[in-house]
């Protein structure tokens, strides 16, 4: 069966349209995220430049911002390349829609000629009055009946194109107008991306003038943060001994003997309940939520030199996040309360227990829970507090399987 050439290319049409929409979504919602975190970062960024001593600070967000804007800009180049595929095959089904209804116009001017041409046969009284007999008076009907209605079709077939092309033409202008719209925050981008170079290059030069001071500050940093670690091992371990024990005395109780072996520091025995929570936050990895609704993560995961001061070698446990001041932190999954600490310069520590898995907030100058509360995923624990040392405000964050260490952006959600 021969199809006309237009037929194939509405179909071909549809499915890379399809196929567009979909890819579309997911690029406007990557877009959306990355404007809403150079939103954010821009924000910060403002803070920070207001303040003293926070250098190293406004480095990591310019490259941060730099980061953001490049990929921004990627997706935005994206788009505009499905933009113009899809204006080009638009483009193309209008052509096809226009030579069809060309050809349309063609057939019934033809109908309409012959119809003038034979129009005493085509008067209906008389079409059907001078038929030899009732058989061909009956045919004779049937054809004008027919002829009729095949002209009325054609008629509406036309109107319908009409308004095909119409649409299409009205869809064409649309996505020419959001290419343009697309193209022109594109160059926004590009200038503000140049910008923002030009500020991390100028923050770098002032940088190199200071190194020294900057080298003992971050080795200071380490180390007042190695002193949290310990402490925060030390509480871990206490309650372990202590929640061990309290089983112990309670089998010992249960059994009427003593022959219940000394319990372990380190080894935590788990009830059925707190099995079931750890499990369950293990199956929530890379969907948990943020301790912060809004936030810039300036330093992460692992052991690597420091970008901005490459004679210093870091090592962080967890993730710092950089927020605006009053920023509330909430717990990223229901738990309890194991421990509060208070570090002094460096803030007040939450220690919040999930089965097997622990989830550590430092940095908070207020704490609105207290150990052994029960509190569920999202709840407001408490408020992040300045950075030593800084008018700015830096929640330290972790995640830890007993006192191991996990990388927690790979356990919290893309936002």
């Known amino acids: 069966m021969h199809f006309p050439k237009w037929i194939f290319l509405i179909i071909c049409t549809v499915i890379t349209l399809h196929c567009n929409a979909q890819s579309s979504d997911q690029l406007k919602a990557n877009k959306k995220k990355l404007e809403s975190e150079i939103a954010d970062t821009k924000r910060l960024l403002?803070?920070?430049?207001?303040?003293?001593?926070t250098s190293l600070q406004q480095i990591a967000l310019l490259r941060k911002q730099i980061n953001n804007r490049e990929k921004l800009i990627t997706e935005l180049n994206t788009q505009i390349f499905?933009?113009?595929?899809?204006?080009?095959?638009?483009?193309?089904l209008s052509k096809s829609l226009d030579k069809k209804l060309e050809n349309m116009k063609a057939d019934y001017e033809r109908v309409v000629y012959l119809a003038f041409k034979n129009r005493r046969l085509?008067?209906?009284?008389?079409?059907?009055?001078?038929?030899?007999?009732?058989?061909?008076?009956?045919?004779?009907?049937?054809?004008?009946?027919?002829?009729?209605?095949?002209?009325?079709?054609?008629?509406?077939?036309?109107?319908k194109t009409q308004q095909e092309i119409a649409i299409k033409n009205?869809?064409?202008?649309?996505?020419?107008?959001?290419?343009?719209?697309?193209?022109?925050?594109?160059?926004?981008?590009?200038?503000?991306l140049e910008k923002d170079k030009t500020s991390k290059n100028k923050t770098l030069d002032e940088l190199k003038k200071k190194e020294k001071q900057l080298v003992n500050d971050l080795k200071?940093?380490?180390?007042?943060?190695?002193?949290?670690?310990?402490?925060?091992?030390?509480a871990i371990e206490q309650e372990i001994l202590a929640a061990n024990k309290k089983k112990a005395e309670k089998n010992k109780t249960t059994a009427g003997t003593s022959s219940e072996k000394k319990p372990s520091?380190?080894?935590l025995e788990y009830t059925p309940e707190e099995k079931v929570t750890g499990n369950s936050f293990a199956g929530n990895k890379g969907k948990l939520p943020w301790p912060v609704v809004k936030g810039t993560t300036v330093i992460s995961f692992g052991k690597y030199k420091n970008p901005d001061v490459p004679s210093v070698l870091m090592e962080s446990n967890g993730i710092d996040i950089l927020v605006e001041p009053n920023t509330q932190v909430r717990t990223v999954f229901d738990g309890v309360v194991y421990g509060i600490l208070d570090m002094g310069s460096a803030g007040?520590?939450?220690?919040?227990?999930?089965?097997?898995?622990?989830?550590?907030?430092?940095?908070?100058?207020?704490?609105?829970?207290?150990?052994?509360?029960?509190?569920?995923?999202?709840?407001?624990?408490?408020?992040?507090?300045k950075t030593m040392g800084r008018d700015t405000y830096e929640l330290h964050f972790e995640i830890l399987k007993e006192f191991t260490h996990l990388d927690p952006q790979s356990w919290l959600s893309q936002k």
């Open 46 to 53: 403002q803070e920070t430049q207001k303040k003293e001593n």
């Open 348 to 385: 007040k520590v939450i220690i919040i227990r999930h089965g097997e898995y622990i989830s550590v907030y430092q940095g908070l100058a207020t704490v609105s829970v207290k150990k052994e509360d029960k509190v569920s995923i999202k709840q407001n624990i408490g408020t992040v507090g």
């Open 220 to 234: 200071s940093k380490q180390l007042k943060q190695k002193e949290i670690e310990s402490a925060i091992k030390k």
């Open 82 to 92: 499905n933009f113009e595929i899809e204006l080009d095959l638009n483009v193309k």
């Open 122 to 159: 085509i008067d209906k009284i008389t079409f059907l009055l001078s038929a030899d007999d009732f058989t061909q008076m009956y045919r004779r009907l049937r054809f004008y009946s027919n002829f009729s209605e095949s002209v009325k079709n054609q008629t509406d077939e036309i109107k």
């Open 170 to 192: 009205a869809e064409i202008l649309s996505i020419k107008e959001t290419k343009l719209t697309l193209l022109e925050s594109k160059e926004s981008e590009i200038k503000s």
């Open 265 to 267: 520091s380190t080894v």
